[in-house]
């Protein structure tokens, strides 16, 4: 029987942020762990019963937003933005995990990006 540990979903991969009209819009590319290891697949399967992700917006170690996504992007308002920080940010912080069903979030992906 495997440990809860060894079910978590793995980290998202490749996190992304492009500042438009309405906002940051984040995105980043899941990963797997059963079925995930072909070359001509043009995305790995889910691997969960659901598609779901949880997204902090990080300052310093505070969180100061944090929102669930059905899938892999999710949008930053430009009000939220402002709310949380007063000023456009051209570097934010954020940490992304893939939720499952049965143990809650997986490994978290954390990281600085650039807002392009």
């Known amino acids: 029987t495997p440990l809860p540990t060894a ?3 793995l980290a998202p991969v490749h996190l992304r942020a492009r500042r438009g009209a309405a906002g940051i819009t984040l995105s980043w590319v899941r990963r797997t762990r059963r079925d995930g ?3 001509a697949a043009a995305e790995v399967p889910l691997g969960e019963d659901s ?6 917006i990080l300052s310093g170690a505070s969180v100061v937003r944090s929102f669930a996504t059905s ?3 999710a949008l930053y308002a430009t009000a ?4 949380d920080f007063a000023v ?3 570097s934010l912080a954020v940490r992304v995990a893939q939720r499952s069903a049965i ?3 997986g490994f978290p992906t954390e990281s600085t990006l650039t807002v392009r």
Do not use: C, F, K, M
């Not at 598609?51 to 902090?56: H, K, L, R, S």
């Not at 939220?80 to 709310?83: F, G, R």
């Open 51 to 56: 598609e779901a992700y949880v997204v902090d």
């Open 88 to 90: 456009p940010q051209t």
């Open 103 to 105: 143990i809650g979030p």
């Open 80 to 83: 939220d933005e402002l709310a």
């Open 71 to 73: 899938e892999p992007s």
């Open 37 to 39: 290891d072909s070359w």
């Open 7 to 9: 079910l978590r979903p």
